[in-house]
Each structure stands twice: as C-alpha cells, then as structure tokens.
C-alpha cells in the first residue's frame, strides 16, 4: 500500500520558520519526484516546491523563493519542507505528492496534509 504521511504542521508567529515532513512508503523513492502543495481558502491548490526524483534539482515558485528549502533523504524516504520568514499567506494545509518528473502535472498519489498556521 502507498502512502505519504505529513508532519510538522502547526501554529507559528510571523517570521518564524518551520519544517515539515513527508515520509513515503509502499514505493521505489528514487523513481519519483516529490512536490509540495499547499491549500488555503478563497485560493487555488498551489505547488510550493518539488525536488526531481533523478536529478534531486529543487524548484519553486516566486511566492516562496528565498524562503522555502525542499531536500530529500532518500535511505529514510523522507522529504522535508524547511519554510522560514513565514508569513500569514503562507497558512494552509500542506500536502506531499508524487509523480514521475517535476515537469509533469498529474499526481499519482498524495498525503491526507498538515496543517500549518501563521498568525501576526
């Protein structure tokens, strides 16, 4: 059975940092990229990091860039998600995914989330 199961969610003050945790099983890890998406209200699903399975290069969007680091450990088939300068915006549920490639749109399965809350 696959799964991702995500961790490190929670409540942090503005300008804090926090690192969430993706660990996948039930897969070969190194045949897969792994992405990070968030989900807020009144707001599209939005991918804020993947790390490409081959490659291990990191990509992110201009709303997290500078801020957010993604990094795998691929023995512990893990992903982490290290978010600093945390902003209000920045609240939503994260959720880790996996695909084949990170060019690639459509996700072969995805973790139940962790909710992360930034507060002023």
């Known amino acids: 059975e696959v799964q991702l199961v995500e961790s490190g969610g929670g409540l942090v003050q503005a300008g804090g940092s926090l690192r969430l945790s993706c660990v996948i099983s039930g897969i070969s890890f190194d045949d897969y990229a792994i992405s990070w998406f968030r989900q807020a209200p009144a707001k599209e699903r939005e991918r804020v990091s993947c790390?490409?399975?081959?490659?291990?290069?990191?990509h992110y969007p201009d709303s997290v860039k500078g801020r957010f680091t993604i990094s795998s450990d691929n023995a512990k088939n893990t992903v982490y998600l290290q978010m600093n300068n945390l902003r209000p915006e920045d609240t939503g549920v994260y959720h880790c995914a996996v695909n084949r490639e990170c060019a690639l749109h459509w996700y072969e399965h995805w973790g139940p989330g962790t909710q992360v809350t930034v507060s002023l």
């Open positions: 790390i490409g399975g081959s490659d291990g290069i990191a």
